[in-house]
């Protein structure tokens, strides 16, 4: 089968195209034949070798989210021939990332597409989704609390902000200007400039400082000033500091939700219901992977490239 991988770490064009053996679903899993998967910064992570390869040998897989039709199942799996689903992947893990011609999951790494979505759109939603609703679980927020989002104009702020104001909290969101009017369209309760005073501007808003922060962004430091004394931090990389004054930090990873069909299928009637609205940015051929991944590196995207098998 074609994947698309890299055999040494390094930039866009480090991302080839290896020939594999076709792989076969095990017990209680089953093989997509892919037919899109979404490209998001943790793939450029995997590409340059920055988070380690585990005990994997080369190619390494990037791709943490796919979207296709089961051809084949293995003994005991839930899943038949023919279903459209979507799917969570582990570059490191056993199966690989999602990068591939045919992705073999866990049953319950996989869900349903939602009805009348196609699978370019539906591939943006799994890891994005799940990790968003990770963080509010993480940070377990009451209906009428405030919750600020920091990038709230990528795509996991889109769903952090979604998610949160259906589940009744109180939502401000940052924005660039050129953004104001996509983050506008996600319904947060208020809007703040983005950028290194986002604190002062979130503490205009409230002044006694937000029940929790949800740090897309990767802003730290520079937002954590707009959580009150004893609230709730996330983050969604690692952090050598700490935001102090009580405030409890909670670090976000989706690669703990590799099981969690149960959320997918949540993500799924919630995409139905049109509370989550995915965004595709542009769409490639997977061969050309590492033009998705210079587009990514080069900021301003705003939904995801997917690459289409």
Do not use: C
């Amino acid at each position: 089968m074609k994947v698309i991988g890299v055999t040494e770490f390094g930039g866009p064009d480090a991302l080839t195209v290896v020939e594999l053996p076709e792989p076969h679903p095990g017990p209680g899993e089953a093989r997509i034949k892919v037919a899109a998967a979404a490209v998001n910064p943790t793939d450029t992570v995997v590409r340059s070798g920055i988070r380690g390869t585990g005990d994997r040998q080369p190619p390494y897989i990037p791709g943490m989210d796919a979207a296709g039709v089961i051809d084949e199942i293995g003994e005991g799996s839930k899943w038949q021939v023919g279903d459209e689903v979507m799917a969570i992947a582990l570059p490191f893990g056993e199966h690989q990332g999602a990068y591939v011609e045919y992705l073999i999951g866990d049953d319950a790494s996989m869900a349903r597409i939602p009805a009348g979505m196609d699978f370019t759109t539906a591939a943006t939603l799994p890891m994005n989704a799940l990790t968003a609703t990770q963080i509010l679980e993480k940070l377990d927020l009451q209906p009428g609390q405030t919750l600020a989002v920091t990038g709230a104009a990528g795509m996991l702020g889109n769903y952090l902000v979604q998610l949160a104001k259906h589940t009744g909290l109180v939502v401000i969101a940052d924005a660039a200007d050129k953004d104001r009017d996509l983050v506008a369209s996600l319904g947060p309760g208020h809007i703040v400039p983005r950028g290194e005073d986002v604190a002062s501007h979130i503490r205009k808003i409230v002044p006694d400082g937000v029940d929790g922060l949800a740090d897309a962004a990767l802003q730290r430091d520079q937002a954590a000033p707009a959580i009150h004394d004893d609230g709730a931090m996330a983050i969604v990389r690692g952090w050598d500091g700490r935001p102090g004054r009580g405030i409890a930090l909670h670090q976000a990873s989706v690669f703990d939700e590799y099981h969690s069909g149960n959320k997918l299928d949540r993500i799924r009637e919630l995409a139905e219901d049109g509370v989550l609205t995915p965004r595709v940015a542009a769409t490639l051929p997977a061969d050309q992977a590492p033009e998705a991944h210079r587009r990514l590196e080069a900021g301003g995207v705003r939904g995801r490239i997917v690459l289409t098998f």
